[in-house]
Every structure is written in structure tokens, then in C-alpha cells.
């Protein structure tokens, strides 16, 4: 993670391959359908639905016995127009076909009957919680940035940008179900419940994690490219043999989907008809290297190949990012294997703090995304429909500051770990190559202790543990 390429490329022009070709479009019977409880569903469209291209049912998909008939279910993944550069271009003027948006970046609701159901009970309450949630982890992430800079943390993943993506999806996991994520899935940690200082453990270097994943059903960060998404697949088959009726959600990026771990786990999962959906962050980025140098489809579309579903969302739309996860979640936890969910957003900042994107791309590109920013995006939908006023917002703020001191104050006062206790943890019932390492690496810290250096220094407590012995 830490390899920044610093070589200065010509910032790319478009994203041609990325809107090449007709998406997945999904039907829904009434019978899958959430209750419709809430006011802000269907009823506050402001656009007539796009024209949806006919859904195509996903052949090799098959369903395992007794499969409801989810919407994704019969979401195949629409027949690609071309696998090379010449096709992307004959259908770049039609980008967002493919895409599923129920906001617009100007906060309007679009009507998307395929989709609505999945949203019709959010009330004006969780609407303002969905805006709280993308708030607080925007502010929790700004704050371990600035930690960063003032040399707290090692190292920090920004998810700027990201909120909704994050936020939306998370908000539409069960308390059973369980999550493989990355390193920058600051958002679902927090919809999962996992303690936001307990996320800077690991970049202050104090610890290898900080939460403990049965808890809050939320694996530990995973910084090797893709290969939680064959933990998750291998977690979700057990799932399955269990009968257990939850599902499992892998998180990685455009960067990862060219991982053969990655190719592995779609594999495995479709043959077994794993209940795990795939959920890809598309922020543009891979460090220096963009999009097109991972694909030459919309990466949605790869999961046909595979025999499963894909589906592309607005990443920047918390509603769509939502709607679009519970319905994937719902094939997925029905029995009919995996799926695939693209959600198309841009990582707004570096790509870690020993990053720097002006080396690679344009301030230009950068500020296109900034309007379709997600945050601002819920707040003018808030507005628009008077769901949230001043003293909601007044209050957010405070709360927001609130937050901001608490992990500067938590992070400082992380204490050291005594060094002998990286060893600990490694194996559940032990290891001879450990033991030998614990011992070794004791008499090394033992060598310190009277050192001209370190004249009876912190380093040789170290020489106390029974590794030492
Ligand atoms: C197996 C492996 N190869 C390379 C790296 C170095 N690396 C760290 S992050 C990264 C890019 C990942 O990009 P993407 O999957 O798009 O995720 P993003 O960082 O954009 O969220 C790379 C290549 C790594 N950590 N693991
Ligand atoms: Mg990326």
C-alpha cells in the first residue's frame, strides 16, 4: 500500500471503456417488494424513469432449490457491445444508461421502478440518519488525515468521496451478515458499530486490527489486493453448508478486480452458489493507475462471464447505494448465488497520505466530481423536501466537533505495546518457528538494555517476557 508510483502521466481524457455498453437492468415482482412505510419513496419523483433496455435473465445463474425470485435475481448483466476499444467508443455517448441513480448531484428523486421498492420505507428520521452517518465518518476520516500530518498515525486511507458508497451499502447489511472489507471501509466499520479510534490502531502501528471481528461481524482490514474476496467467499460458503440465511459482502476496488484472487472468488462462489455479494468501489483509482488500464468492460459486467448477476450504481447516491445492496443481498441470501455491484464514484483524495495525485491526474477531473459530491447530494434532497432544518444541521456540526476531539484525544493517548507482544495471537495453539522468533527477537531487545544508548531504556521490557527466558 505504501508504493506510490510519482512518475507524471497525462491526466486521461474520458472514461470510454467504462460506458461501453448497455447495463444490467433488473425487474422486481411485488411479492420481493419492502413494505412501502415511509414518505420518501416513489411518491417524490421528479423525473420520469429512464427507459430501462429489457432485463436479460442470466442464464448460468441458476438458483439453488427453493430461491425466492428476487429483483437481482433476474438481473443478468446486459449483452456486452464490445469487447475492445472500437465497441466502447460507438456506445460513449450513452455513459449513464447504465447506471442506477435515484438522486440526482442536484438532490432530485428520479423514479426508478425496478429500484424504489427497496427505499419506500425510509422515513425523514433514517433519511437524516443516512446524512448524520455520511457526516460523521466525512469528519472521523478528516480528523485521522490531519493525525497523519501530525505524525499520530503512520499512515492513513482517506475515504474521501466515498460516503455514500460506503454508507449506503452498509446501512442495508443485516446484524448477521458479515463484512470482508479493505483498508479504506472507514464507513461500513462505522454502520457496523465498530469503534472509529479502533481503526487507527493499525496506522499508528499499536496493534494488527484493533476490533475483535466476531463482534461486530466485521473482519479486519485486509491491505493484500482482492484477497478477502476469497475469505469471503470460502466464509460464505460455510454460510451456505450452515444453513445459517445470512449473506457476506467482500468490498475491493477497480485495482483489485484485475487480482486472480479476485477471479478465483468469482469463480468459486458462482460453482457453489455462494451467498456473497461483491461489492466493487470503482473510485477511478488504483493509485496512479486509472480505470481503463483494468478493463475493457464496465466492470459490473465482468460477473456474466462468471455466470452471476452485476449491476452498476451511482456510488456518489447513498439512496441508490442502498437500494441497490439490500436487492443484491436479498438474491444473495435467497439461495441464488453471488453478485456483483459496481458502484461508480471517485476517490476525491490521495490514495494514501504518502500519496500525491497531482503527479497523475487533473484538478479538473477531480472538481467534476466534487459537484456530484454525496454528502451535499442528501443534504439539497433533505432541504428539497423539508425533511431537515437548521437546528438539525446546528446540531450535526456540534456533534461533529464532538467526534473530531474524542480521536484526537483517544489516538494520543493510545499507549505503546510492549514489542514482545507482536508475537502473540500468531497461531491459536501455538508454532515452534514463532517460539523460536519470540526468542530471538527478546535476546535482540535484550542487547539494548545496557546498551551506551539506552541505559535501562523502554526497550528492555521487552527482555522480561518469557520469550527471553
Ligand atoms: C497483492 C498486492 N499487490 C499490490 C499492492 C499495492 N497496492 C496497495 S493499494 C493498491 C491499489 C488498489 O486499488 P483499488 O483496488 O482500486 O483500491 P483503492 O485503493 O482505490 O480503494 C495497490 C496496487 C498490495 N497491497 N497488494
Ligand atoms: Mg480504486
Known amino acids: 500500500m505504501t508504493v506510490e508510483s510519482t512518475t507524471a502521466r497525462k491526466p486521461r481524457s474520458g472514461q470510454a471503456a467504462q460506458s461501453a455498453a448497455t447495463g444490467a437492468r433488473t425487474t422486481r415482482t411485488a411479492a420481493a417488494a419492502a413494505p412501502a412505510t415511509g414518505a420518501a419513496g416513489a411518491a417524490n419523483t421528479a423525473k420520469a424513469a ?35 476499444a472500437r465497441g466502447a467508443a460507438q456506445t460513449a455517448e450513452r455513459p449513464d444508461d447504465e447506471l442506477v441513480q435515484l438522486l440526482t448531484p442536484e438532490g432530485e428523486r428520479v423514479a426508478r421502478p425496478d429500484y424504489d421498492d427497496y427505499v419506500a420505507d425510509l422515513t425523514p428520521e433514517t433519511l437524516r440518519g443516512l446524512y448524520r452517518d455520511m457526516v460523521l465518518t466525512r469528519r472521523f476520516d478528516g480528523e485521522a488525515t490531519q493525525l497523519q500530518r501530525q505524525g499520530e498515525l503512520g499512515l492513513w486511507a482517506s475515504l474521501l468521496g466515498q460516503e455514500a458508497a460506503q454508507i449506503g451499502s452498509g446501512r442495508a447489511l443485516r446484524d448477521d451478515d458479515y463484512v470482508f472489507p479493505t483498508y479504506r471501509e472507514h464507513g461500513v466499520a462505522w454502520c457496523r458499530g465498530v469503534d472509529p479510534v479502533n481503526l487507527l490502531g493499525m496506522f499508528r502501528g499499536v496493534n494488527h486490527g484493533g476490533w475483535d471481528p466476531n463482534s461486530n461481524n466485521f473482519h479486519l482490514y485486509t491491505i493484500v489486493i482482492g484477497s478477502q474476496t476469497l475469505h469471503a467467499t470460502g466464509y460464505a460458503m460455510g454460510v451456505a453448508k450452515d444453513g445459517a440465511g445470512s449473506a457476506v459482502v467482500a468490498y475491493f476496488g477497480d485495482g483489485a478486480s484485475s487480482q486472480g484472487d479476485v477471479a478465483e472468488a468469482f469463480t468459486f462462489s458462482a460453482v457453489y452458489n455462494a451467498p456473497v455479494v461483491f461489492f466493487c468501489q470503482n473510485n477511478q483509482w488504483a493509485i496512479s493507475e486509472p480505470t481503463e488500464r483494468q478493463t475493457r468492460v464496465p466492470l459490473y459486467q465482468r460477473a456474466r462471464g462468471y455466470g452471476f448477476p452485476g449491476v452498476r450504481v451511482d456510488g456518489n447516491d447513498v439512496l441508490a447505494c442502498l437500494a441497490v445492496t439490500r436487492a443484491a443481498l436479498e438474491h ?138
Open 50 to 84: 429512464r427507459t430501462a433496455a429489457p432485463a436479460k435473465s442470466a442464464k448460468s445463474a441458476r438458483p439453488a432449490k427453493g430461491a425466492k425470485g428476487s429483483a437481482a435475481a433476474r438481473g443478468g448483466a446486459g449483452e456486452p457491445a464490445g469487447t475492445d
Open 332 to 469: 444473495s441470501r435467497g439461495g441464488a448465488g453471488p453478485m456483483l455491484v459496481e458502484a461508480f464514484t471517485y476517490r476525491m483524495g490521495a490514495h494514501t497520505t504518502s500519496d500525491d495525485p497531482t503527479k497523475y491526474r487533473s484538478e479538473d477531473e477531480r472538481e467534476a466530481w466534487v459537484a456530484k459530491d454525496p454528502i451535499l447530494r442528501l443534504r439539497r434532497y433533505l432541504e428539497r423536501e423539508g425533511y431537515a432544518d437548521e437546528a438539525f444541521f446546528a446540531g450535526l456540526e456540534d456533534e461533529s466537533e464532538a467526534l473530531g476531539r474524542h480521536v484526537r484525544e483517544t489516538v494520543r493517548a493510545m499507549p505503546d505495546p510492549d514489542p514482545m507482544a507482536i508475537f502473540d495471537n500468531v497461531y491459536a495453539d501455538g508454532s515452534a518457528q514463532v517460539d523460536e522468533e519470540r526468542k530471538a527477537f527478546a535476546a535482540y531487545q535484550a542487547s539494548f538494555a545496557d546498551g551506551p544508548d539506552d541505559p535501562g531504556g523502554a526497550s528492555a521490557a521487552g527482555a522480561g517476557a518469557e520469550g527471553g527466558k
